[in-house]
T-cell receptor, first 111, second 119 residues
Framework: SQQGEEDPQALSIQEGENATMNCSYKTSINNLQWYRQNSGRGLVHLILIRSNEREKHSGRLRVTLDTSKKSSSLLITASRAADTASYFCAGGGGATNKLIFGTGTLLAVQP | IAGITQAPTSQILAAGRRMTLRCTQDMRHNAMYWYRQDLGLGLRLIHYSNTAGTTGKGEVPDGYSVSRANTDDFPLTLASAVPSQTSVYFC??????????????????FGDGTRLSIL
């Protein structure tokens, strides 16, 4: 399988704390995307970082990308109970937009 | 509301039966995808289509077929369902990014899935 891996598999924190999730991938990529999935729903795109970028911010989200280590991290600052969800990284490459997804991190934010 | 509609939302099916999962998008995206999601394995690509009239195989295409007669619809067919095809199936679409034939660096938009159980 060419899937990436995410670490940790599960994370439980208190509201207001920061949450950090890590992703490692195996193949060369053009971009690395992060998605959120609430229970019983489809995936929602959060942020995309291109292979020539090292860091990107969007609201309370901060993503880093290290192509030499084939790894990325997602930081959610000042977490809220509504951030409780599964988070997936996905690597995109080539002329098509096929994505290879990681196995996900289940984040639980306790109120 | 613009987006992707999948039908049915859930289905229980006897092994050996034929089943078509429907997917429709109203965003005029050129590219569409079918994934299956299994516990512990994340999402795996079954088939994809870069534009109407073309399709391609993903990571796990065996036992599935697709067609892309127009931009909006991308049905997935299980010709003869087997229990290992029990999964949650997600349809997604993405824009072409403004350059013909180039689809990289675009987010994908997902439907809410079809939960399929094969007995």
């Amino acid at each position: 399988s060419q899937q990436g891996e995410e670490d940790p598999q599960a994370l439980s924190i208190q509201e207001g704390e920061n949450a950090t999730m890590n992703c490692s991938y195996k193949t060369s990529i053009n971009n690395l995307q992060w998605y959120r999935q609430n229970s019983g729903r489809g995936l929602v795109h959060l942020i995309l970082i291109r292979s020539n970028e090292r860091e990107k911010h969007s609201g309370r989200l901060r993503v880093t990308l290290d192509t030499s280590k084939k790894s990325s991290s997602l930081l959610i600052t000042a977490s809220r109970a509504a951030d409780t969800a599964s988070y997936f990284c996905a690597g995109g490459g080539g002329a098509t937009n096929k994505l290879i997804f990681g196995t996900g991190t289940l984040l639980a934010v306790q109120p | 509301i613009a987006g992707i509609t999948q039908a049915p939302t859930s289905q229980i099916l006897a092994a050996g039966r034929r089943m078509t999962l429907r997917c429709t998008q109203d965003m005029r995206h050129n590219a569409m995808y079918w994934y299956r999601q299994d516990l512990g394995l994340g999402l795996r690509l079954i088939h994809y289509s870069n534009t109407a009239g073309t399709t391609g195989k993903g990571e796990v295409p065996d036992g599935y077929s697709v067609s892309r007669a127009n931009t909006d619809d991308f049905p997935l067919t299980l010709a003869s369902a087997v229990p290992s095809q029990t999964s949650v199936y997600f349809c997604a679409s993405s824009d072409s990014g403004g350059r013909q034939g180039m689809y990289s660096n675009q987010p994908q938009h997902f439907g809410d899935g079809t939960r399929l159980s094969i007995l």
